[in-house]
C-alpha cells in the first residue's frame, strides 16, 4: 500500500500563486514517476505537470510557463509551484505517484484531491 497526502489547495485570486504539495509513504521501495493531474467541473482529469526520477519535467501547454514541478526525493515529495493562476486552473488537483514496493511489484497511488479555486 502506499498513501498520498496532498496539501496546499485553497482559494486564490487570479494573478496568485499556491504551492501544492503531496508526500508518498507506505510501501515504497524506489518512486518512478510522479505528476498532477487535475478535473475540472464536467471535463476529464487531464495531466498538468510530470516528473520522472531523473527530474525530467513535461507540462500541459496550457500551464507551461506558470507552473513548475519539483521533488524532494528524500522526503518522497513532489510540489507544484502555480503562479500567475487563472480562473481556468480551477479545479482539484490530485497528485499521481508510479513506485516499485518492496516485492517489486508497481503500484500506483493517487492523492486524495485538493482544491484550487482561483477567482477574479
Known amino acids: 500500500q502506499v498513501q498520498l497526502v496532498e496539501s496546499g489547495g485553497g482559494l486564490v485570486q487570479a494573478g496568485g500563486s499556491l504551492r501544492l504539495s503531496c508526500a508518498a509513504s507506505g510501501n515504497i521501495f524506489r518512486i518512478n514517476d510522479m505528476g498532477w493531474y487535475r478535473q475540472a467541473p464536467g471535463k476529464q482529469r487531464e495531466l498538468v505537470a510530470a516528473?520522472?526520477?531523473?527530474?525530467?519535467?513535461n507540462y500541459a501547454d496550457s500551464v507551461k510557463g506558470r507552473f513548475t514541478i519539483s521533488r524532494d526525493n528524500a522526503k518522497n515529495t513532489v510540489y507544484l509551484q502555480m503562479s500567475s493562476l487563472k480562473p481556468e486552473d480551477t479545479g482539484v488537483y490530485y497528485c499521481?505517484?508510479?513506485?516499485?514496493?518492496?516485492?517489486?511489484?508497481?503500484?500506483?497511488?493517487w492523492g486524495q484531491g485538493t482544491q484550487v479555486t482561483v477567482s477574479l
Open positions: 499521481n505517484v508510479e513506485t516499485y514496493s518492496f516485492t517489486r511489484m508497481v503500484l500506483f497511488a
Open positions: 516528473i520522472t526520477s531523473g527530474g525530467s519535467t
